[in-house]
Structure formats: structure tokens, C-alpha cells
């Protein structure tokens, strides 16, 4: 979702930092850094950052009701939704896996009409391990009646590279995210590509 369909940095960014303001943590968020690291858990995040948040949950939560303050920070990719409407045409079922959580899932993609063309949404659940572990990809895949082998993971972070190694699909980078060419290269996906158009004459 995050750095493959939409560009949501700034929201992101702007609800972090409102989110930290109202619990009054005082932190610094260098923006170039903080950008690059969007995909990974918040936990994560604020670790690397050496940020205490004394309750996490409170966080989320707060979080979650400010991200709509500022949706409209966030805009789709060019050409994500004419992308996911010609596979759906094509009878090629695409689905959505992100680490936000499913009810925030639903309305962001929802916002963007996304919803109408995809075939299964999976964001992050309790008590379920989430990527770059293989679990959710196998739940989408089993949900839609897919082998893991014939399924591409498409993603900007070495998180969904490494989900789709981990289930056993192939893999996709996309390096107009928040993740650079070189970055991605590391972590060895099947393919790249610099704009999500290509995916229409890759995927068929």
C-alpha cells in the first residue's frame, strides 16, 4: 500500500508527529531518515530512533484517529488504479497486504477506490505474524485458491521481498517508494521495476 499504490509519507509523517505531540513524548524525527524507513513496525521505528512510547497500543490507537486529518497528503501512485483494473480484467487476482492495521486497511483503500479490484485485503491482525514472515502472504493465497508459486509479491520495502521469498513466490521491487534501486538489489528480488505500468505487460 505505502510506497507501492499510494504516497503516503507526509500523512504518515504528520500523524506520527501529532500522534507523539498529544501523549506529550518529545521526540525529533529526522523526515529523510523516517521516510526510509515507512513499511516497518512503529516499534521498530521508534527504537531506531530512541523514542520511548511507554504504552504502544495508546499510540496506535491515537494514531489511527488522526491519519484521516490528513489524507489528503496522500495521493495514488499514477496509473495504480488503471494498473489494478486491467489485471482484474484480465482475470489475474490482486490482492493487498500491508502492516496497517485491517480496519484502517479497509477505509484508506476504500478512499482511493481500490477496493472494486481487489480480490482479498490483508492487514495486520492479532496473533498473527506479519511480514516479512510468510504467514499472511499463505493466508491470501490460500483465501484465493493460489499455490505461493504462482503468485508475485510487489513492494517498495525488503519486507514484502523477503514475505515473498519466505512463502515461496516470486518477488517484486519497486524503486519508486521509499526504498532506493541499490537498497532493494541487496535483498535480491525477481524483478524490478521503476513504475507500477510495467506490471501490465510483466504479469500475465
Request: proline residues 3%.
Amino acid at each position: 500500500l505505502d510506497g507501492t499504490l499510494v504516497d503516503s509519507k507526509i500523512t504518515i509523517l504528520k500523524s506520527t508527529l501529532e500522534t507523539l505531540k498529544t501523549l506529550n513524548i518529545e521526540a525529533t524525527l529526522q523526515e529523510d531518515k523516517f521516510f526510509k524507513m515507512i513499511g516497518m513496525h512503529f516499534i521498530d521505528i521508534f527504537n531506531e530512533f530512541k523514542i520511548e512510547v511507554p504504552d504502544f497500543n495508546k499510540f496506535i490507537s491515537v494514531y489511527k484517529s488522526f491519519y484521516f486529518n490528513f489524507i489528503d497528503d496522500s495521493v495514488s501512485y499514477p496509473r495504480a488504479a488503471d494498473v489494478l483494473k486491467h489485471l482484474n480484467e484480465k482475470g489475474i487476482k490482486t490482492s493487498l497486504l500491508t502492516t496497517k492495521a485491517q480496519d484502517q486497511a479497509d477505509k484508506i483503500i476504500n478512499h482511493f477506490g481500490f477496493r472494486e479490484n481487489l480480490s482479498y485485503v490483508m492487514g495486520r491482525r492479532n496473533g498473527i505474524a506479519h511480514k516479512p514472515s510468510a504467514k499472511p502472504l499463505l493466508i491470501i493465497c490460500d483465501g484465493l485458491g493460489i499455490k505461493p508459486a504462482e503468485t508475485l509479491m510487489v513492494g517498495d520495502t525488503e519486507l514484502d521481498i523477503n514475505c515473498g521469498k519466505n512463502a515461496g513466490a516470486l518477488s517484486c521491487g519497486v524503486t519508486y517508494g521509499y526504498r532506493s534501486e541499490e537498497y532493494l538489489k541487496e535483498y535480491n528480488p525477481d524483478f524490478l521495476i521503476d513504475d507500477i505500468i510495467e506490471l501490465k505487460d510483466s504479469v500475465s
